[in-house]
């Protein structure tokens, strides 16, 4: 049961996020989201919309329900924009993307998702982990692995691999692609300052 309010609740988060504010104040947004969330039960082909969303993505990790519930308040204005926490968060998971899914496409020897039926290694890895975090106050990334971690251990997911709530395609995949366009960001900035300097420079005195 909890896997389908997952996927309504997904549904609804990953629509919300994807589309522009339009300009609307709080009231408005919130109203646009329980509408969201609404429209997921809403049958196709016998299946509701979240049903059928979860087809083509499955299960997200707790951390990457975290993620959007985070981005969701920032959006409805209950949480300010805080981008070192996000920019960490952004390194993380995509060097534990980068780690899981090469080497479960058969690119490496090693198969770290085996680790994850017996994690508890990874547990206390990842204890350290978080508490490093938290002494960096990156609040963000201390939540999202805090509950993931909390969520393994009741069991609220089906699935026995911590690493299916510590991860997940799609957060793996736009924290890879974020990281690219900031730093193709910065060197675009860095390039700008550098004519900048260039032509101040060559001005006479």
Request: aromatic share 14%; glycine share 6%.
């Amino acid at each position: 049961m909890i896997n389908l309010w997952q996927a309504h609740v997904s549904f609804a988060m990953i629509i919300f996020l994807l589309l522009p504010s339009f300009g609307l104040n709080r009231y408005w947004r919130i109203a646009v989201l329980g509408a969201l969330l609404a429209a997921s039960f809403i049958p196709l082909d016998g299946l509701s919309m979240a049903v059928y969303l979860r087809s083509h993505i499955d299960d997200l990790a707790i951390t990457t329900m975290v993620f959007m519930a985070w981005g969701c308040l920032r959006r409805l204005g209950f949480l300010a924009p805080a981008q070192q926490d996000k920019t960490g968060v952004l390194i993380l998971f995509a060097l534990l993307g980068l780690v899981l899914y090469p080497a479960t496409l058969g690119m490496s020897d090693l198969d770290p998702y085996r680790f994850g039926y017996s994690p508890r290694p990874m547990l206390v890895f990842f204890a350290l982990l978080t508490l490093g975090l938290f002494y960096l106050r990156n609040t963000l990334a201390v939540v999202m692995l805090a509950c993931a971690t909390l969520a393994f251990v009741v069991g609220i997911k089906p699935s026995q691999n911590y690493w299916d709530y510590l991860v997940d395609p799609l957060l793996g995949l736009y924290c890879c692609a974020a990281l690219v366009l900031l730093f193709v960001r910065w060197m675009y900035d860095r390039l700008i300052n550098r004519r900048d300097d260039a032509r101040n420079a060559s001005r006479p005195s």
